[in-house]
């Protein structure tokens, strides 16, 4: 023990005795200012810096140290210090020191400042120069620097960028601690063997070791950083582009502004916010391959990047990690990391060609389940610059979307020009959608719940088991694709099955989405409600419609064309891309049960034909009034019956067909002109293609029973060939139920037929047994072989009646035959005339006026009238001529009392010719044994007037002398041997006429004195021509023959 502790402090003297030797040794040579020159030109020699170093001290302690004060570093030729520092302290090694020589191997700086500039291209003069500091050992013969480490504590440094704009870039760095230590040896081999990815070309030359805190100022903003690690040199230059890097670097707190100002231009960001912390693995060379990994947190941040995004991004709080390995011209991305409140995502990826103008990128990334709106403001809108993109992404409206791959791979300029070259093989993707939702523009309905996967591989996007609600329907399963072109619309192919809302579809094919003649035929359908079950087939190529081909399932959908309501309808719709079917389909019209079969060909083209069949048991009549007429209303009584075939073209109107058989039972009909409806209608009606058959049509006319048999010919003249009959008829009352202006069918008709009454009524005309052939022809009615009775007596003829909108014509040739007086002139509206007996009338009459009275005054023609065997009584002009008679100058005689038996004649006849409305005759004779009259004259009946010639001879009985008395036409009462004879001129108004008499006389004084009536008017030239007249009269034609005397 004892020998122990003397060798011990023998060992601690000579430690004692070398330190001291050494330091003497080092005193000796600081003083004699050999290492102050040796260690100036050695820098000034490596650097190119002006050095200027203060006095020099010995510092003893832990460590045996020269120190120098106010040292100062300048540019050659400059006059502006860049670097100064109040003290730097060389660090001596002790052993060499008695051999009279001093090794340096580490110097420190003390609150050193300096000023750095990158000039425009790229280049940082004064840090080349300082890394050519001899970090390698240097000989001289009595002194060495063997620089192994440099401390710097307190440092100051201002960097001028004159790289990045016009205006350079200040960046100030503070309280620079910067620690460089050289590693050699077994420390250099334990660091190769520490890398993490070792490489067979790592270089094996010198290395140092660093550890740097600074803080860092920029524009008012300011951060800390730190670096630690180890940089290996393949030479004996120091030249940190050739150097091996292996370093951690951390961040604390960068604010958002700073990040904008160092990236400048090479980030198209308008502002950013937030702050962020970074810590980051550095490893390789910057010349071959360099290998980043690492993670960097941030909070509150927030960038706006207009030409890229759409929005501003607000991650807000989040990291990010990634593993980025660089090589010359390529960027490997082996992990990205993204994690924010807003967004999640995981990105690979490279980027070959990073100094060219149009690199190429290749990336892959995955996301978690991101929010629609998320994804919307995320994706780079702007740069991808897609109107295609635009619009979907301007529809989606929520849910949420998870991306099981996607990528992009292509250059930049390939990926920029994709909406005009096409999706390709330059960008893929796999997603699932959730509950998305999206209101796309252009008469689209909203998307909700839309539910699926979707992808897009070589420009094809598929989409598998997609469901959701299109508007009100609902899709269940949507299998199907659609290959995006460069121009126009891509080429589409899905087939769906779901429930679709009949209403909305009717919406939507009226948009246009599927063939012209789509909408057409959609466009009859007013109103449309219910749903149905679908399973179809939808094919669109580009540039053209959609073609759809499959099945539409209805279960009591309800629909409106025109007035006409189907419900209930249950059937199955095929629809092929050029035809529609439907069998057996099941419905009610407007309550009625139908059954409805529809063929539509071709529908998509001009040309398209359909074919359709409706049948029923029983319709309700104004369903197919309204139908086939467009009369009546659904209220309407009675039932229909049978079927109704129509087919035709869709583009034209030509050649279409309407066939069909329809049973008609208790039916109403409302049909123009008639003002009211045809009622209880039973028979059956036949449609062809060449007309309508009506069989046994019976029913009620106006309120009469009737019965109706024709047929209607489309093109053939007459258009209507009827047989019609009524066992009784107010005709004047159907007349006035005619509106004829109201209709131009009624205008345009043209029949023939005839019409058989077995009893009726024509104003006051009473008939039976009427019959006549009737022709109709543009509203001008013509009757042949008209025959009818009336009172016992009959009527027979011919007549034409247009019945124009403007004025009613007439042409009647009627020959009347023994019809009661009292009925005939009750015919026109004379009901007080005293008058019995028998009517017989031939004759021709025509008028034409708006009404009545303009007729009346219009009326033209001729007839002849003979009335026989009846009875005058209270007639008023009759009974003012025997007023006016004097009798006391005629024998005692006296007339028959007219009111109570009347006077009696055989005959009254005459001819008339009618002129305007003014009757006028020359023969009109009264054959009576009481009383005989002949007259001449007219009747104006549209003025109300009358002038008439009248002579009256009473007592003819008993004068057995007087063989006859000519007519008006021979001369007036021209009396051979007579007794007597009177006469009279009636005059003025017909209802109140002014009648003039004239003396009782002789024949002789009647004609050459009291008459004046010259002898030619007479007919009598002498007694001889007068007696021939007598014996002649029995043989005068009818015109002139007399009345029979009595016996």
Known sequence: ???????????????????????????????????????????????????????????????????????????????????????????????????????????????????????????????????????????????????????????????????????????????????????????????FQKLVRPKTNQPHGPALQFDLRTGVQRDGQQTQVRAKGTLVFPGEQLELTNAWWN???????????????????????????????????????????????????????????????????????????????????????????????????????????????????????????????????????????????????????????????????????????????????????????????????????????????????????????????????????????????????????????GEVDLAELREQLMQGFLPAQTPRVVSSIQEIAGRGKFDVAVNRTAGSLPLVEGKIMLDGPRLRIDNFSLSEIRGDLALTPTDVKAEKVRALLSGSPIQIQLDLKDYARDNGTFDLVVDSTAVKAGVITRLLLSTGSLQDPGLVRGFIRYQGSFGTREGRKLTGTLDLADVQLETLPLLQPLKELNGRVKIDETGIDFQNIRGLLVGFPANFSGRWRYSQKPQLLFDFASPNLDVSYLLSQIEPESSDFYANLQAEGRMGLAKGRVKELELSDLKSDVVIDHRVWRLRNLFLRSAGGSIQGSGTIADKPDAVRFDVTPRIQGVPVPTFFKWFDITNAEMTGRVNLTGNLESIGKDGAERKKNLNGSFNLRIEDGTIRRLRVLIQILNLLDLSRWFTFKLPDLTKQGIRFRNITGDFKVTNGVYYTENLLVDSDDLRMSGAGKIDVPKSEIDFLVAVRPFAGIDTAINYIPLIGRGIAAIKNSLLVASFNITGSIDDPTITPAPLSTLSEVFLSVLGILKNMIGLGDTEKKDQATEEAPKQSAKEKPPASSK
């Open 1 to 191: 023990m004892r020998k122990a502790l003397k060798f011990v402090g023998f060992l601690v003297f000579v430690l004692i005795l070398f330190v001291a030797v050494a330091s003497l040794a080092f005193y000796h040579l600081i003083r004699e200012g050999e290492f102050r020159r040796f260690l100036i030109s050695e820098i000034e020699k490596q650097t190119e810096l002006k050095v200027q170093l203060g006095e020099a001290d010995l510092e003893l302690g832990q460590i045996l140290a020269v120190g120098f004060r106010d040292v100062a570093l300048s540019e050659p030729g400059g006059t502006e210090r860049a670097i100064t520092a109040e003290r730097i302290t060389a660090r001596v090694a002790l052993l060499p020191l008695l051999e009279r020589k001093l090794i340096f191997y580490e110097i420190g700086l003390q609150k050193p400042t300096a000023q750095m500039v990158r000039d425009k291209d790229g280049k940082i003069v004064l840090l080349d120069r300082l890394l050519n500091l001899p970090f390698l050992k240097k000989n001289d013969s009595q002194f060495a620097l063997d620089l192994r480490a440099i401390n710097i504590r307190g440092g100051e440094v201002d960097f001028y960028d004159h790289f990045t704009g016009e205006r350079p870039a200040t960046t100030r760095l503070r309280n620079v601690d910067l620690e460089v230590q050289r590693i050699s040896g077994v420390a250099l081999r334990e660091f």
């Open 247 to 497: 370093a951690e670097t951390w961040i604390v707190d960068v604010p958002g502004p700073m990040i904008q100002a160092y990236a400048g231009r090479r980030l198209p960001v308008k502002s950013i916010s937030g702050t962020l912390n970074s810590q980051l693995h550095v490893e390789g060379s910057m010349k071959e391959r360099l290998h980043l990994k690492g993670e960097l947190a941030f909070r509150s941040l927030a960038a706006d990047a207009p030409e890229i995004f759409s929005m501003p991004l607000t991650p807000g709080d989040g990291r990010l990690e990634l593993e980025v390995n660089w090589q010359p011209q390529r960027w490997d991305l082996s992990r990205l990391y993204f994690r924010s409140k807003e967004l999640k995502l995981e990105l690979k990826g490279a980027l070959s060609g990073a100094d060219h103008r149009d690199p190429h990128v290749q990336l892959n990334w995955v996301t978690p389940s991101l929010p629609v709106a998320v994804v919307k403001k995320y994706l780079p809108r702007k740069w991808i610059d897609s109107p295609q993109l635009e619009h979907v992404l301007a529809a989606l409206q929520q849910g949420d979307l998870r991306l099981n791959k996607a990528g992009v791979n292509g250059r930049l300029s390939q990926l920029s020009q994709m909406t005009k070259t096409g999706l390709d093989e330059h960008v893929w993707f796999d997603a699932e959608l959730h509950d998305v939702g999206a209101n796309f523009s252009g008469g689209y309905l909203p998307l909700r719940g839309i539910q699926g996967r979707i992808a897009l591989d070589r420009g094809l996007i598929s989409f598998t088991g997609v469901s959701g609600d299109y508007g009100q329907s609902q899709l269940t399963n949507i299998d199907g694709s659609y290959r995006f072109f460069a121009a126009g619309q891509g080429a589409l192919q899905f087939a769906a099955r």
